[in-house]
């Protein structure tokens, strides 16, 4: 068993000690952590959202446009903290260590209603309702051949990516196994926007990304509500890039669904990702959905 020790710097006010199994994952976030800032550059207001159509499929998209930024490739991934905004439509990759490091961010959608999660089916991602007990990811399973039925008259389509990554949830959701964070073939328009079923979806270029240079199984992962602004921490990472932090622009301009901006390093060969868990014999997925894998999604 790996205990894993996210050291934050003292202005980040945040203190993470990530077990796997049965350990509890704690961040000591003060009363204050919550602070005023904007999500979109020039606005106080929340992201607007606006319909689109795709053939016989209509998404409901954030009306922003927003690419996929690696910031550094190089990390320890014992000291990474994923953080998904509900309100930004983004996922954040941050590496603690002496200083909090912004490594990498990626545009997500989430799920058809936008508040928390109370009941399997609900059409809801959870939140983390306590800021101290973030979520751990519990497994990462290669979903390359998974498909789904979303029930819109597509019939069944590969929908997941090369990857999902599975959940532990915390509180009354504990037994939930559905929720996962995983790529969006075949729904590539959703990203970012409201479609899913629950679950977080990246582009499939993304899903791969994050799997080849963050993710790991036991690590934690901070999912705030749409009415939680950012935190000190994630300010301070965004502010010592510089110019080189690029946040989303209002309007949805349906840019091109490529690889995430970087430098020209080549992304290495996959590594271990702490995919040491057993195989279960039954798969839950996105849909909240009791079935074999590649069945239900």
Not at 157 to 184: E, M, P, Q, V
Not at 234 to 248: I, S, T
């Amino acid at each position: 068993m790996k205990i894993y020790s996210l050291l934050l710097t003292l202005i980040c006010c945040i203190s993470v000690s990530c077990g796997c199994g049965g350990k509890s994952t704690k961040l000591d976030v003060p009363d204050d952590a919550l602070v005023e800032t904007s999500v979109v550059p020039g606005t106080e207001a929340e992201i607007p959202m606006k319909s689109l159509t795709v053939g016989q499929k209509t998404y409901n998209v954030a009306d922003i446009t927003d690419d996929s930024h690696v910031y550094k490739k190089d990390v320890n991934r014992d000291n990474c903290l994923v953080v998904i905004s509900k309100r930004e439509f983004r996922l954040y990759v941050y590496e603690c260590d002496t200083d909090t490091v912004l490594a990498a961010s990626f545009p997500v959608c989430y799920a058809k209603n936008p508040g928390p999660k109370t009941k399997e089916g609900d059409m809801s991602t959870p939140e983390c309702v306590d800021l101290n007990e973030p979520f751990t990811i519990s497994e990462i399973k290669s979903a390359s051949d998974w498909e789904h039925d979303f029930g819109d008259g597509r019939g069944s389509l590969k929908a997941y990516g090369d990857w999902f990554i599975r959940l532990k949830l915390t509180g009354s959701l504990a037994s939930n196994r559905s929720i996962g964070i995983h790529g969006s073939t075949n729904n590539a328009e959703s990203v970012p926007g409201r479609d899913s079923e629950g679950c977080i979806r990246l582009r499939d270029a993304d899903i791969n990304t994050f799997h080849d240079l963050y993710a790991q199984v036991g690590q934690p992962v901070l999912i705030k509500g749409v009415g939680e602004r950012k935190l000190p921490f994630e300010l301070k990472a965004e502010q010592a890039l510089g110019n080189k932090y690029v946040a989303p622009t209002a309007g949805n301009k349906l840019v091109s669904r490529g690889a995430p901006v970087a430098d020209d390093e080549p992304i290495p060969d996959n590594e271990d990702v702490g995919d040491d868990v057993e195989e279960p014999s039954d798969g839950f997925v996105e849909g909240d959905s009791e079935a074999r894998e590649g069945e239900v999604g």
